[in-house]
């Protein structure tokens, strides 16, 4: 079973940058395509980036697309999210997921706990 697992949220300013990492437990860690979602308050949760398990195809949301890079090490069973040019809306839990390569949630099989970031104006 996989166990996945965020870490690098933070509090930062707006346009600032984060980048988050998502860390697998399992050998095929590299055979999911690996996704990021986010939530905040009060709102469902929403798509943010994707990536194939060959890391060769990427998908954004048009919300973060030219500010969020979605990449992956699958040597290191890591999946990262790097953000720039932060803004207050981009403030949520986000959590990394793997399963298979779509902006659907509920095609990702595995979730981690999630980690909050929040961007301050």
């Known amino acids: 079973q996989i166990q996945l697992a965020e870490s690098g949220g933070g509090l930062v300013q707006a346009g600032g940058s984060l980048r988050l990492s998502c860390s697998g437990s399992?050998?095929?860690?590299?055979?999911?395509?690996m996704g990021w979602f986010r939530q905040a308050p009060g709102k469902e949760r929403e798509f943010v980036a994707a990536i194939r398990y060959g890391g060769y195809s990427t998908s954004y949301a048009d919300s973060v697309k030219g500010r969020f890079t979605i990449s992956r090490d699958n040597a290191k069973n890591t999946v990262y999210l790097q953000m720039n040019s932060l803004k207050p809306e981009d403030t949520a839990v986000y959590y990394c997921?793997?399963?298979?390569?779509?902006?659907?949630?509920?095609?990702?099989?595995?979730w981690g706990q999630g980690t909050q970031v929040t961007v301050s104006s």
């Open positions: 399992r050998r095929t860690f590299g055979g999911y395509a």
């Open positions: 997921a793997a399963g298979r390569y779509s902006e659907a949630s509920d095609e990702y099989d595995y």
